[in-house]
């Protein structure tokens, strides 16, 4: 389907016919869309609220998982600096039940967050109460400054 017949040509019809065009032939597509995993992965991070606080001795992400089981999440380390948050909270069928209305997000779940210098990936705690997922990394020790090194002057 192409909008451009309909005699509009514009940024936000180009998208959205990028977008119409994401299913038919993704593989064989010249042009640069985002892989169907890229787009989940962005929409579950979009919807996954959280807070960062820093302390003296820790960093802390407080991230909301509603009706996911502690279980269910998994908490990740990639790369050596990159914390993943994930989970996916899945529809109950029930026989015989319609949804007369569906507001409650169900899907997956997931942030990721690039952990700061300091942080001591080794010390790494989560902790899942009422919904929400509490991820505490602790801070390595400041590195001590270096002491000068005393070199003796030999008489030549």
């Known amino acids: 389907m192409d909008l451009r017949n309909f005699g509009m040509d514009s940024a936000l019809l180009s998208t959205l016919q990028d977008m119409l065009d994401f299913g038919e032939d993704h593989e064989k597509s010249t042009q640069n869309n985002p892989s169907r995993a890229y787009v989940r992965d962005a929409k579950a991070m ?92 602790e801070k390595l020790p400041p590195p001590q400054p270096k002491k000068p090194k005393t070199i003796d002057v030999k008489i030549g």
Do not use: H
């Open 46 to 137: 979009a919807a996954t609220p959280a807070d960062v606080k820093e302390y003296p001795n820790s960093y802390v992400f407080i991230v909301d998982m509603p009706g996911i089981k502690a279980g269910e999440i998994k908490v990740q380390l990639e790369d050596d600096n990159v914390l993943v948050v994930s989970g996916e909270r899945r529809r109950e069928k029930e026989d015989g039940v319609k949804y007369v209305r569906m507001e409650r997000r169900v899907g997956k779940f997931m942030r990721k967050f690039v952990l700061p210098e300091n942080a001591n990936t080794n010390a790494i705690s989560a902790v899942s109460r009422d919904g929400v997922l509490t991820v505490t990394v």
